[in-house]
């Protein structure tokens, strides 16, 4: 069975950082790419940045792209987001997911991943 964990997020002022972090059981965790997703209060849910097998590999959504990193640890089987230059506009419950990675492709929609974290509460405030 297949699990994904999430720690991490509360309640920040606008330029602060925050993490969170996601572990991962029931899978062979090297051979999955990673993802972390948000959705604001209202709207969809929306990628902001995947890590493919190889950690070289990644995307960040123009949104986050040079105030949020990925990174993956395989040996805890781990995924990381850290998140610094927070704004208001980054408030949003934020779910980490898993699909496996077949081709060097990124998997970059929701209903490519079939694993989902439980989802985490991320409040910036003005």
């Known amino acids: 069975q297949v699990q994904l964990v999430q720690s991490g997020g509360g309640l920040v002022q606008a330029g602060g950082s925050l993490s969170l972090s996601c572990a991962a059981s029931g899978l062979t965790f090297s051979t999955y790419a990673l993802a972390w997703f948000r959705q604001p209060p209202g709207k969809e849910r929306e990628i902001i940045v995947v890590?493919?097998?190889?950690?070289?590999?990644?995307y960040e959504a123009d949104s986050v792209k040079g105030r949020f990193t990925i990174s993956r640890d395989n040996a805890k089987s781990t995924v990381y987001l850290q998140m610094s230059s927070l704004k208001p506009e980054d408030t949003a419950v934020y779910y980490c997911a898993a699909a496996y990675q077949e081709l060097w492709e990124l998997p970059k929609l929701s209903r490519d991943y079939p694993y989902w974290g439980q989802g985490t509460q991320v409040t910036v405030s003005s």
């Open positions: 890590i493919g097998r190889n950690s070289g590999h990644s």
